[in-house]
């Protein structure tokens, strides 16, 4: 096997050992959060935002700010939504406005939050919590 072969094998080992670990820390952190409290978040805010997917294609999503309310203090988060287009993410956007969601927050550090839903309307959620995720909102 030349250099070329093996550095391409390494290459495509190394990125299945990278989306594994990402696959199970994902399951991890989701598995961690179903103890967490619930609680109501109001969206506040929403607003069309170019993110990039990877190198190459960059896509335009909805992405929402909400507070909610946990040991008596108010907190804030944001998410976005892989709508299908620019056209339904600017409905959605409209939609959403004011609309309450369920989220989970981590008792020892309120300021945690994790969305339960895995689609809103049909659409996924990316949120911070998972790391494979690449259309999360910047803070």
């Known amino acids: 096997m030349g ?13 299945l050992i990278v989306t594994l ?3 199970g820390l994902s399951k991890l952190l989701e598995r961690r959060t179903r103890t967490w409290p619930k609680t109501r ?7 069309m935002e170019t993110m990039e997917l990877d190198a190459k294609t ?6 929402f700010a909400f507070s909610y309310v946990a040991v008596g203090e108010n907190h ?8 299908d287009g620019q056209e339904e993410g600017e409905s959605m956007a409209r939609k959403m406005i004011e609309r ?11 300021s945690a939050w994790y969305i339960p839903e895995k689609k809103i309307e049909g ?16 803070d």
């Not at 978040?41 to 607003?47: L, N, Q, W």
């Open 76 to 83: 804030s988060g944001r998410f976005s939504l892989s709508t």
């Open 100 to 110: 309450t969601i369920e989220i989970q927050y981590d008792p020892k550090r309120p």
């Open 3 to 15: 250099a070329r072969s093996e550095a391409r094998l390494f290459a495509t080992g190394t990125l």
């Open 21 to 23: 670990l990402g696959f």
């Open 58 to 63: 960059d896509v335009v999503v909805p992405c």
């Open 123 to 138: 659409y996924e959620v990316e949120q911070k919590m998972f790391p494979r995720r690449s259309l999360y909102p910047k």
């Open 41 to 47: 978040a109001t969206i506040h805010s929403a607003k």
